[in-house]
């Protein structure tokens, strides 16, 4: 993948349909990015990100198949929800994150399915409180075949903040999107670019590639810095090699701080990705137990089922 020639043919268009694009537009990180100036200090703002970066956490991707398939539906459900509640995308991403890191300690047993459904409502719901102004109450999201009690979230977020030492801020591509977007357009970015640079990311918090017989990639090896880099050079330009992508990193001041190397690798993944799709659930989200026909009743649990 990572020789010196082109790596593939890519075409942006699959990362541009329409479920996607009415969820990405809902987002006003586009405000953000069209008024951001890139200045000096943000250059020592950048290095302490990637300096952050470095001593942060080592994540391990699960190996057995069981704890992929419930991590691809646990990203799958958080993606749905941000769309639900407009949250920005770095609180769908740093929830992926908390995900990875509480996955490394250990898989969750497998006779506790209602544990794989229970983790990303935490996750998320930690996530929110980290980055958005207003959260929703905890009633409020929704649990597919369970009804988790309020009481039984805050548990698992306590469970979740102990297992993570209290240590809640990770640095996520969203952090450094606007300053690299900005190196490499110069005038302000628009509404597609962003799009698609943001679509590419959470893309790569499933790592599922179009290509069936490929196994997923999980892109926890990769830095936040790496995986930013490589989705606003894949907009820019999606026939790098790895000499022109190094050649471009120079002319824009930024290989002293990324690896070249690794950013063509995860450049090259990129290419072979599956976009993220995006499934709307009706703006009701709770329903009580009186009005739901027979047989549909969710099952409620308690933390310590």
Request: net charge neutral; glycine share 2%; proline share 5%.
């Amino acid at each position: 993948m990572a020789g010196s020639g082109s790596c593939s043919t890519f075409s942006l268009s699959r990362f541009v349909s329409l479920e996607t694009e009415t969820a990405l537009a809902e987002d006003d990180d586009e405000d953000e990015v069209n008024a951001y100036v890139p200045s000096v200090e943000d250059e020592e703002y950048l290095q302490i990100l990637l300096n952050k970066e470095r001593d942060g956490y080592h994540i391990r991707p699960p190996v057995d198949d069981g704890h992929k398939v419930a991590r691809s539906e646990a990203i799958q459900w958080i993606i749905n929800i941000r769309a639900l509640f407009r949250f920005r995308f770095r609180t769908a991403y740093l929830s992926v994150i908390y995900i990875d890191r509480f996955l490394s300690q250990g898989p969750i047993p497998s006779d506790k399915p209602w544990a794989i459904r229970l983790l990303p409502i935490a996750c998320l719901s930690l996530a929110a409180k980290m980055v958005e102004s207003k959260t929703p109450a905890l009633s409020q999201y929704p649990a597919e075949e369970y009804k988790f009690e309020s009481t039984t979230i805050r548990r698992m977020e306590l469970l979740l903040s102990s297992a993570l030492d209290w240590r809640m801020h990770s640095t996520t591509p969203f952090d450094y999107i606007y300053f690299f977007i900005s190196r490499f357009r110069h005038e302000s970015p628009n509404s597609r670019f962003l799009s698609l640079t943001t679509q590419i990311i959470l893309a790569t918090t499933k790592g599922k590639f179009l290509n069936i017989s490929i196994p997923h990639i999980n892109f926890v090896e990769h830095r936040s810095s790496t995986i930013a880099m490589a989705a606003t050079l894949m907009v820019t330009d999606q026939k790098l090699t790895k000499e022109s992508l190094e050649i471009k990193l120079k002319t824009a001041g930024l290989n002293r701080f990324l690896d070249h190397e690794d950013v063509y690798t995860c450049y090259c993944r990129i290419l072979e990705l599956e976009p993220v799709k995006v499934t709307r659930f009706k703006p009701i989200l709770v329903t009580s137990l009186e009005n739901r026909p027979v047989g549909t009743k969710r099952k409620r649990l308690d933390f310590k089922e």
